[in-house]
C-alpha cells in the first residue's frame, strides 16, 4: 500500500532506518539535507517504510509544485532491494498526487517508463598510481605534470575564501541562489561534512574545490576557479591532488555533468559513468 506523508506525519526513526539499510542509500536524502536544501518536503511510503520517496516542494503563485532542490542531485525510491514493480508505482503515484516540474530518481533506480538520463561520473576506491598510470587520459596525465609548481592546500571557510567563491563561481547569478550556496557550506561546517583544498600559485588563491565529506565518498559540489589564471591548470593539478591523497579510501563522486567539456574532464581522471533518471515536465517550465 503506498502512502503520502506530510512532514509532521513522518516517523523520522522509521525513516532514517529505511534510509540506512537501504541499497540505494545517499547523501541527498537525509532528513539534515532535505531540511536544509529544500525546507518544505514530505514522503511516500510503501507498506510500513518498506520503500519511501521524499518528495521536495515548492509554492509558486500560490500552487505547490514537486521540483529538485538547487545542490539535491538524486533522490528517488530508498528500498533494501531494489524493485522495479514497485518504482512503477511510485512513479505512477507521484504523478497523480502532485503537479511535478522536476524529479530525479537516484542511478540504482530501475523504471520501466523511458525517462531522461542524466550523467554522474565517479571514481571507486582505487590504487592511486594504477589509476594515474591506467585510466588517467594522456592529456590530462600532461596537465597535471605541467602544474606541478602550484601548492596544495586544505583551507577554512572564512570571509576572504567565501568572497572568492562567490566572485568566481559560474552557473549560479541570482542572489537568492548565492545565498542559498553560502548557508549550505555553513551547514556543511556545522555538520563537519564541508572540505575546501585549495591550489595556490606562491601567495594567490586561484582554485578552491568545495567538497562533501562522508565516511566512504569524496563529492564535488563545486570546482571554483579564478579565470585570470587559466593557463596555471589548477583544476586538474587540484583533482590529482585529492585523488593522491583520499581515493584510497574514499570513492570522488564529480556530482555530474552533461556539458559536453565538463563531461569529458571527469572522464579524463578516469571517472566511470553513472546515469540516473530524471522526469520533467515541460509544460510547467513557464511558472520557473
Known sequence: ???????????????????????????????????????????????????????????????????????????????????????????????????????????????????????????????????????YFKGRKSTVKCAQHLQYRQIELNSEHINFIENNFKGITKETDINGFRNYMNFLRQNNTLKLCAAYLEEELINVAVLISENNQLSLLGLINDETYRNENGPSFLIDKILSLYIHEKQFNFMGSNIRGIEVFFKSFGGELQEYAYYENKTLKKFF
Not at 69 to 96: T, W
Open 1 to 135: 500500500m503506498m502512502r503520502r506523508l506530510k512532514y509532521n506525519e513522518i516517523d523520522f526513526d522509521k525513516y532514517t532506518q529505511c534510509l540506512g539499510n537501504s541499497e540505494q542509500r545517499n547523501w541527498y536524502a537525509k532528513k539534515e539535507v532535505l531540511d536544509q536544501l529544500s525546507g518544505n518536503w514530505e514522503i511516500l511510503m510503501y507498506g510500513d517504510y518498506e520503500a519511501v520517496l521524499p518528495v521536495p516542494l515548492r509554492k509558486k503563485f500560490g500552487i505547490t509544485f514537486v521540483i529538485m532542490p538547487l545542490f539535491c542531485q538524486q533522490l528517488g525510491v530508498f528500498s533494501q532491494k531494489d524493485n522495479v514493480e514497485i518504482n512503477d508505482q511510485f512513479l505512477k503515484f507521484l504523478k497523480r498526487k502532485y503537479k511535478v516540474f522536476s524529479y530525479s530518481f537516484n542511478h540504482l533506480n530501475s523504471l520501466s517508463e523511458k525517462l531522461i538520463l542524466k550523467k554522474n561520473y565517479i571514481i571507486p576506491v582505487s590504487d592511486y598510481p594504477t589509476l594515474r598510470r591506467t585510466k
